[in-house]
């Protein structure tokens, strides 16, 4: 039964799969490629120069050790853009060191009895390089094309957390919202496209090879020769119709699924973090413009972060995203806690308008702030119901924490000044992995968010944060001021969704996608319908 549910869910994801199986194949070949170009020439100069062969085979060694979503996280901040840029220049820095080793490797082991051969009948050294040493090292070569190519399509499922695509964005939905079948739809395609890469560039290598299909008739060997050489390219074209196909095969009847890349462009693009509640309110947001607008809607969602977000907007990549003014108030403007929510509101509304030329719209209606949150049988055990509970037994505690959490102000480094808290272990969890590592004990304390579905899923208890050092993080829309000019609909549009969400309606929408398993989409357009925001067709 299990097998043919998951059958049933990739047949309604088909043209999303198709899409980013497409995706995917384009971020690899493109980068490949270009590795290609880059990484022979710089191996042939290794092999003709010593002198240069340890420098160029250090600096490429290095860019290899560098963790892959480092790489992306520094290239999305040297281009300034989110997208395929960064992760293409990612993909192809990570696929040169196999190249360019394999080409140095082989043209050394050539035969010197081949070169003297060569020399011998007067050959000059560029003709030894072309019609010698380049042919005897093609095997090789390939050999290291393989591996780059191999090993990028692994390396690009990564590239969803900057918003580039491919069968990464599954992965990265699938565990923003502890969907299996998501990260199998992503996890599973990506294993037998790297399976075809490889078999295909090993076809190209034989094809490469005289010797090993000399045997067969001379017009099989030509047309089988012709194919292997080929088959790359066809994998390629195949992957670029996969994307076009897939692009075409996604709805268009209702304003609330239009996509831009159906023959016309977006006219706004919304984007969202990679957590469910994100997940929620983007699509509210996409939802009501599409209902009440003529606007065509792009949507981004599942962005790495708060910092990506940030940077997309104030570069003019994305239009609108849903923002806390706790973390505006920390992370962006970088000012001390303020603990009024109408001051801090009215504070980060002020300086993204002077600062980023960007407009804070009116609130949800509900206040996610952060929750230090332990098991509610632990809680009853020991007496724990305020934060400072916490510290005489905090040596002996395993806490979990999100990475943003880890090294933000009003995170772990400002919680453990104001309230002297010394956990005996603190790890770095990813946010849809916290509770339930939680729930089996693996953990003792993370650092929740109060609005989170998953505490009353769990049996998890929110501890009350007695010396309110915890910033109001009131959520909102923030849109371009270019765009709300351009577009003054959008302002009406959004406006119902003012006041809307208390904390209460939030935390039983998250539920519905984190505990039952619902999609963002559905939950969001049933309380639209619920209240006579949406029509019902």
């Given at each position: 039964?299990?097998a ?23 971020l690899?070949?493109?980068s ?8 022979v ?73 081949a ?9 000059t ?21 393989r ?7 692994g ?27 998501l990260?199998?739809?992503g996890?599973?395609p ?17 094809g ?7 045997h ?7 047309l ?11 994998i ?9 196909s ?31 509640e ?19 809607v ?6 790495g ?28 403007l ?8 109408d001051?801090v509101?009215?504070?980060?509304a ?49 806490a ?8 933000r ?42 609005t989170?579905?998953?505490i ?8 009350l944060?007695n ?23 959008i ?6 969704l ?36 949406l029509?019902e067709d």
């Amino acid at each position: 039964m299990a097998a043919e549910a998951f059958i049933d869910f990739v047949l309604y994801r088909l043209p999303q799969l198709w899409l980013r199986t497409g995706e995917h194949l384009v971020l690899t070949g493109v980068s490949t490629g270009a590795a290609i170009i880059l990484g022979v020439p710089i191996g042939i100069l290794a092999s003709r120069f010593a002198q240069l062969r340890g420098p160029l085979l250090g600096t490429i060694g290095i860019l290899q050790t560098i963790p892959s979503l480092a790489m992306l996280a520094i290239l999305l901040a040297l281009t300034g853009k989110i997208g395929a840029l960064p992760a293409i220049i990612a993909l192809a820095l990570y696929a040169l060191l196999p190249i360019v080793r394999n080409t140095l490797t082989g043209i050394q082991g050539v035969s010197p009895a081949a070169l003297e051969a060569a020399r011998g009948i007067g050959m000059t050294d560029r003709q030894q390089l072309w019609k010698v040493k380049i042919p005897l090292a093609l095997p090789v070569i390939v050999a290291g094309i393989r591996t780059a190519a191999v090993t990028g399509v692994g390396i690009a499922t990564l590239s969803a957390f900057i918003g580039a695509g491919g069968l990464g964005q599954f992965i990265n939905r699938g565990l923003a919202l502890s969907n299996t079948n998501l990260i199998l739809l992503g996890a599973i395609p990506a294993a037998l496209l790297a399976l075809v890469v490889d078999l295909s560039i090993a076809a190209m290598g034989w094809g490469l090879e005289p010797r090993r299909h000399r045997h067969l008739p001379q017009r099989l060997r030509i047309l089988l020769q012709g194919l292997t050489l080929l088959l790359p390219f066809f994998i390629g074209v195949a992957g670029v119709i996969a994307y076009i196909s897939g692009a075409a095969m996604r709805p268009v009847s209702s304003p609330t699924s239009t996509i831009a890349g159906q023959g016309r462009a977006a006219n706004v693009v919304i984007a969202s973090k990679n957590f469910t509640e994100q997940l929620i309110l983007g699509e509210l947001m996409v939802q009501l413009i599409g209902e009440r607008t003529e606007l065509t809607v792009e949507r981004r969602f599942n962005l790495g972060g708060t910092m990506i977000c940030h940077g997309a907007i104030v570069n003019g990549e994305i239009d609108i995203y849903a923002e806390y003014t706790g973390t505006g108030l920390t992370t962006i403007l970088r000012r001390e806690v303020v603990s009024d929510p109408d001051e801090v509101f009215d504070l980060v509304a002020r300086e993204y308008r002077n600062r980023f030329d960007i407009e804070w719209l009116q609130s949800f209606g509900f206040n996610n702030t952060y929750a230090i949150t332990v098991r509610e049988r632990d809680a009853q055990m020991h007496g724990w119901g305020k934060i400072s509970d916490l510290k005489a037994s905090a040596p002996n505690l395993r806490a979990g924490f999100t990475s943003e959490f880890m090294e933000r102000p009003d995170g772990y480094p400002g919680l453990r000044k104001a309230y002297g808290l010394s956990f005996g272990e603190v790890r770095d969890l990813d946010p849809a992995l916290m509770y339930e590592a939680l729930a089996k004990e693996e953990v003792d304390v993370i650092c929740a968010f109060a609005t989170d579905g998953r505490i009353a899923a769990y049996k998890l208890k929110l501890l009350l944060d007695n010396r309110d050092f915890f910033p109001p993080y009131q959520a909102a829309p923030i849109v371009r001021k270019e765009v709300l000019k351009s577009h003054p609909e959008i302002r009406q549009a959004l406006a119902p969704l003012s006041g809307l969400l208390n904390d209460a309606t939030m935390q039983g929408l998250n539920y519905k996608v984190d505990g039952k398993k619902r999609s963002p989409r559905d939950v969001a357009r049933e309380f639209l319908k619920s209240h006579n925001l949406l029509n019902e067709d």
